[in-house]
């Protein structure tokens, strides 16, 4: 029912009152629930909502406004870490989207905070966030050298005092892929916020297409839709401008992976009716998958865009979870180095460790 609300609203007035409590179940599931405040209002239909359905999506509008505001603290002791270094951070996905103050993000809640940087200053950057109360999370001694060798960003990052989490990246894949694009090209993406920090956003092309390849090199799903949704968004944002399309297919061109976009632009447009081009559909098109690999991978992702909540959960949950998991991790690492580290990663989970990381799960 989520998927349908967020594309035709007026469908939430008009539910028994059991499907209204079930929608908003699946909302907070996928942490969206403070997202319908303005899908209901972007319709015209919040106030014809009845007052419970309102109590608990604004209840969830709290938790992220409150976020926003933490947000802003994490920002400025950023700033207060790194100004003196002189080297710009970007930020990424949720903290991007809220930074920019982006309407149709109101109420997307963010797991972490995760930003970009040169990867030549990332041992002063690293080095100036310990300074500042930023420690290593507590990782196996296996995890920590595979960030150090295989993951596009160094081992997570925990303030010891406000516990938030900073997640700091050189590079949107891991480098060593033939696929990773190159990251001084996003740098040079990377577009000013404009509030006296060395501070910056990806230009709206590059938020698009980052968020396309960080949803489609994933191999976990759960939280899948909310992730579409984004990219749904961000076409609905910038999407009625010409120039938008054509910045997307010049900067495509020269990032690669526009399969992953291809990706996107379809199951967004297939489940939220997003509005795209003909010509962009057009140039996309080359880059759909085979035969062979769209037989598989089509079903699977609209599996997991739609029944990903446990209550929706039928026999096809197996196969789809198992092909995207298996597709994710051969897509992040070559195959002389997927099979010793799925056995490893076995071999510590028979002995689980609490506080143990999972970098292809990032």
């Not at 995760?114 to 030549?120: A, C, H, K």
């Not at 944002?237 to 690669?256: P, Y």
Request: proline content about 5%.
């Amino acid at each position: 029912m989520l998927v349908d609300v967020l594309t035709s609203p007026e469908k939430l007035i008009h539910a028994s009152p059991r499907s209204q409590s079930q929608l908003i179940a699946e909302a907070r599931y996928f942490n969206m629930l403070a997202q319908l405040k303005f899908v209901c209002e972007d319709a015209g239909i919040w106030y014809q909502l009845p007052l419970r359905v309102k109590q608990h999506i604004c209840s969830a509008e709290h938790s992220f406004k409150n976020q926003r505001r933490q947000l802003e603290i994490e920002h400025q002791a950023i700033h207060s870490a790194l100004h003196h270094l002189g080297c710009r951070w970007v930020y990424l996905k949720g903290a991007a989207y809220q930074m920019l103050e982006l309407p149709c993000f109101f109420g997307r809640l963010m797991n972490d905070i995760d930003i970009l940087v040169d990867e030549q200053e990332l041992p002063r950057v690293e080095a100036a966030l310990n300074e500042h109360g930023w420690t290593h999370k507590k990782l196996t001694d296996y995890d920590e050298q595979f960030y150090r060798e295989w993951s596009q960003e160094i081992p997570p990052l925990r303030h010891f005092e406000r516990q938030t989490e900073l997640d700091v990246h050189f590079n949107i894949l891991p480098k060593k892929l033939n696929s990773a694009p190159k990251a001084e090209l996003l740098l040079e993406q990377a577009q000013s916020l404009n509030d006296g920090s060395h501070a910056a956003s990806l230009s709206p092309a590059a938020l698009l297409i980052h968020s396309a390849i960080h949803l489609f090199y994933e191999s976990e799903y759960h939280k899948g839709i909310r992730d579409l949704f984004d990219i749904h968004l961000l076409i609905k944002q910038f999407g009625k401008d010409d120039h938008f399309w054509s910045q997307l297919i010049e900067l495509q061109q020269q990032l690669g992976n526009a399969s992953s976009t291809f990706y996107a632009l379809h199951f967004s447009q297939w489940l939220f009716e997003s509005d795209v081009p003909d010509k962009v559909n057009q140039f996309y098109q080359a880059f759909k998958p085979n035969a062979l690999i769209w037989a598989f991978t089509n079903p699977a992702f609209y599996y997991v865009f739609t029944s990903m909540y446990p209550p929706h959960n039928h026999s096809g949950h197996f196969k789809s979870t198992s092909t995207l998991y298996l597709r994710g991790h051969f897509k992040r690492l070559p195959f002389y180095k997927l099979i010793p580290h799925l056995a490893k990663k076995l071999i510590i989970k028979l002995k689980p460790n609490k506080d143990s990381e999972n970098p292809l799960e990032q």
